[in-house]
């Protein structure tokens, strides 16, 4: 069974920081990439950050300098440490991770940044 499991989300003032985490299991195949994606009420669900098996890492435009994504490829973990946090940043954000023929999603974890 496979699954997708995050933590670290919470509430925070702007300009602090959070640090996400991903733990997956039951995943058999190669993964390809492993990422961050969000949804604000309203919007649409945006890619974050995202890491491949060789180490290429790619960030959205509003992220950029201000979070890190890291990845354990023996442990199948993904992390996404948040610096700076806006509140713009306030979203349910998700784990994502892909192999060459399924893309699996984890239950989302809350980010609020308010004062």
């Known amino acids: 069974q496979v699954q997708l499991v995050e933590s670290g989300g919470g509430l925070v003032q702007p300009g602090g920081s959070l640090r996400l985490s991903c733990d997956a299991s039951?995943?058999?195949?190669?993964?390809?990439?492993m990422g961050w994606y969000r949804q604000a009420p309203g919007q649409q669900r945006e890619l974050v950050a995202g890491?491949?098996?060789?180490?290429?890492?790619n960030y959205a435009d509003s992220v950029k300098g201000r979070f890190t994504i890291s990845r354990d490829n023996a442990k199948n973990t993904v992390s996404l440490q948040m610096n700076s946090l806006k509140p713009e940043d306030t979203a349910v954000y998700y784990c994502?991770?892909?192999?060459?023929?399924?893309?699996?999603w984890g239950q989302g974890t809350q980010v609020t940044v308010s004062s």
């Open positions: 994502n991770v892909r192999t060459l023929t399924r893309t699996y």
């Open positions: 039951g995943i058999s195949l190669r993964i390809n990439t």
């Open positions: 890491s491949s098996t060789g180490g290429s890492t």
